[in-house]
């Protein structure tokens, strides 16, 4: 069974704080890695992917991949309260058919 | 630019009553459609997927089925809902291996 983790939170941090989010992954042939954000009651949107180890940087957020270690991290830099919900790590080996959903991690960025 | 609309937003049904939830994208041709479920507190489970007409390949053996009978149409369909079929129904588009485009969700109650 093919799996990707996260802790649930939630995650608080103070405005202009870095977030730091976290998703683990257990297949070594995952290819491509996605980060989506999912405010309540709305559908996720896609603010990051990344396919090579190292760091791909948009902007206010940094998502960091180490295949070595099936890890990958998205950093978010200068927290806003809009930043505020929840962080679905996503993961896919087969060029797109079958990507594989972590449960998500909730965000409060504090005012 | 491409869009992708899904109905209805909210929707409340009696246990043992059919299912047709409906998406359409525009703007593009052929491309992957993709059914998911979202359970309260959970990840996103895949259910359907099709890269073209009549095409859909099953990931949960479940009482649901989708069709497609227009390249830019994907239908998710049940004769009869169990109650565990409440969730928030996603349908998303792609057309390569670079994330997702998702519509707004349904939201069904099976009641």
């Known amino acids: 069974q093919k799996e990707v983790e996260q802790n649930s939170g939630p995650l608080s941090v103070p405005e202009g704080a870095i977030a730091s989010l976290n998703c683990t992954y257990s297949?070594?042939?995952?290819?491509?890695f996605f980060w989506y954000r999912q405010y309540s009651g709305k559908s996720p949107e896609l603010i990051m992917f990344?396919?090579?180890?190292g760091d791909k940087e948009d902007g206010r957020f940094t998502a960091q991949l180490n295949k070595a270690s099936q890890y990958v991290s998205l950093l978010i830099r200068d927290s806003q309260p809009s930043d505020s919900a929840t962080y679905l790590c996503?993961?896919?080996?087969?060029?797109?058919?079958?990507?594989?959903f972590g449960a998500g991690t909730r965000l409060f960025v504090k005012a | 630019s491409q869009t992708i609309h899904q109905w209805p937003a909210t929707l409340v049904q009696p246990v043992g009553s059919p299912l047709s939830l409906e998406c359409t994208v525009e703007?593009?041709?052929?491309?992957?459609l993709y059914w998911y479920r979202q359970a309260a507190g959970r990840g996103l489970q895949l259910l359907f997927y099709?890269?073209?007409?009549?095409?859909i390949s099953s990931e949960v053996p479940q009482n649901l089925s989708a069709s497609r009978p227009q390249d830019r149409q994907f239908i998710l369909s049940s004769k009869k809902l169990l109650l565990s079929d409440s969730g928030f129904y996603l349908c998303?588009?792609?057309?390569?291996?670079?994330?997702?485009?998702f519509g707004s969700g349904t939201r069904l109650t099976v009641v």
């Open positions: 998303a588009w792609s057309e390569a291996a670079d994330g997702y485009t």
């Open positions: 099709s890269v073209g007409i009549g095409q």
């Open positions: 996503a993961v896919d080996h087969t060029g797109g058919f079958k990507t594989i």
């Open positions: 297949d070594r042939g995952s290819q491509s």
């Open positions: 990344i396919y090579s180890n």
């Open positions: 703007g593009t041709s052929n491309p992957n």
